[in-house]
C-alpha cells in the first residue's frame, strides 16, 4: 500500500479503506482467539476437576491414612488454579510468540538473505539451551509442589489443633516451624527465576549476534526486523519454557486421578431387600483379621489377642467395649 500512494489509479478512499479493514480483522481474530481459549481452557479444568474429584470420593481410608493432608491441600488448591488460569493464556501467547518470532526472522531472510549463514546456527543453539533449561526448570517445580504441600499440611495441623496450641504456650514454636517451611518453599521458586535469566541472558547475546550480523549487510528494515526479532525470540522461548513448568501441575493432577477406588457403590448381586432393616441390630459374620501391609503392627501382639469379641451362636460376632476405646473393624469382602 506504500508503494501505491503516488499511483494515480489508487484512490485515497481505496488507501483508507485498507488500513481500518486490517485493524477491524485483527481486532476480530484476537476476540475470537480469546473467546476460544476460555471455552476450551475450561473444559480441560472441568475434565480435570471431575476427574480429581470423583478419585478422591472413591479412595479408599488407607490412601487418606497414608497420605498427607498437604498434598491433597496443594494439588486441589494451587495446582488446580494454575490449570484454571495460567496454562490457557499461557499456551496461547506461546504460540502466538513463537509465530510471530519465526516470521521475523522470515522477513529479515528476505531482505538481507546472507543472515541465514548465522540465524540457523542461532536457532539451533537457543533450541539446545532451551532443552538445557527445561531439565533443570522441571525438578525445580517438582521440588516446589513438594515444598508448598508441607506448608499447606503444616498450616491445616496447626488450625485444627489451635486450642492444644494455646493451651500449652507453644505460638512461638509453630510460627517459627511455619517460616522455616515457608522459607524452604521459597528456596526452589528462587532457583526457578535464577535459572530463567539465565536462560534470557544467553537467548538476548543469541538475538545480538543475529542483529549485528544483519546490519553488516543492509540498514533500515533488516535493523527494525532485526529489533522485533530480538523481543520476540526472548518471548517465544520464555512462554514456551512458562507453559513446559506449568505442566508439572497437570502431572501432578493426574497421579491422583488414578487412585485405586473403593468397591463400586451399588452391587447388583449383593442388595438388600426393599424392606431393609427388618430388625435394628448389626450382625457381623465370618470377619477374618488380616494385615494390610508387612510391617509389624502399631499395636503389641499380645494386645491383639486380648479381644473383645465373642461368638454367639448364630456364628455371628457380638461387640463390647467401652466408651473409650477405639475398634477398628476390617471386612473380607471390601478389604478397608
Not at 490449570?83 to 506461546?94: E, G, K, M, R, Y
Not at 520464555?238 to 497437570?250: D, F, K, L
Request: aromatic share 10%; charged share 15%.
Amino acid at each position: 500500500m506504500a508503494a501505491n500512494v503516488d499511483n494515480p489509479n489508487v484512490s485515497s478512499l481505496q488507501l483508507i479503506v485498507v488500513y481500518p479493514s486490517i485493524g477491524f480483522s485483527a481486532t476480530f481474530i484476537l476476540l475470537f482467539r480469546s473467546l476460544l481459549t476460555v471455552v476450551l481452557g475450561l473444559e480441560a479444568s472441568k475434565s480435570l476437576f471431575s476427574q480429581l474429584l470423583n478419585s478422591l470420593f472413591r479412595a479408599p481410608m488407607s490412601f487418606y491414612d497414608s497420605t498427607p493432608l498437604g498434598r491433597i491441600l496443594s494439588r486441589v488448591s494451587s495446582d488446580l488454579s494454575i490449570v484454571d488460569l495460567d496454562i490457557p493464556f499461557s499456551l496461547v501467547f506461546a504460540c502466538g510468540a513463537t509465530i510471530n518470532a519465526y516470521s521475523n526472522l522470515r522477513v529479515l531472510a528476505a531482505v538481507t538473505w546472507q543472515v541465514l549463514f548465522v540465524s540457523i546456527p542461532m536457532v539451533f543453539l537457543a533450541i539446545q539451551l532451551q532443552k538445557y533449561y527445561f531439565s533443570t526448570a522441571k525438578e525445580l517445580m517438582r521440588i516446589n509442589g513438594t515444598t508448598k504441600s508441607f506448608v499447606a499440611n503444616h498450616l491445616a495441623e496447626s488450625v485444627s489443633g489451635a486450642i492444644t496450641i494455646r493451651a500449652f504456650n507453644e505460638e512461638d514454636r509453630f510460627l517459627a516451624k511455619n517460616f522455616h517451611l515457608i522459607d524452604i518453599n521459597a528456596s526452589p521458586f528462587f532457583h526457578s527465576f535464577a535459572a530463567n535469566e539465565w536462560l534470557i541472558q544467553r537467548l538476548e547475546i543469541i538475538s545480538a549476534a543475529v542483529l549485528a550480523s544483519a546490519a553488516l549487510w543492509f540498514i533500515g528494515m533488516a535493523l527494525s526486523y532485526g529489533l522485533s526479532l530480538n523481543m520476540s525470540l526472548i518471548y517465544s522461548i520464555q512462554n514456551q519454557c512458562t507453559i513446559a513448568n506449568y505442566i508439572i501441575s497437570v502431572e501432578r493432577l493426574n497421579q491422583y486421578t488414578h487412585v485405586p477406588s473403593e468397591a463400586p457403590e451399588v452391587i447388583e448381586g449383593n442388595r438388600p431387600p426393599p424392606n431393609w432393616p427388618v430388625v435394628g441390630k448389626v450382625e457381623i459374620q465370618n470377619l477374618q483379621c488380616f494385615r494390610i501391609s508387612k510391617q509389624p503392627p502399631l499395636v503389641p501382639h499380645q494386645l491383639i489377642q486380648n479381644s473383645y469379641f465373642c461368638k454367639n451362636q448364630n456364628n455371628s460376632i457380638m461387640l463390647e467395649k467401652k466408651a473409650d476405646e477405639k475398634v477398628i473393624l476390617l471386612s473380607e469382602e471390601h478389604k478397608v
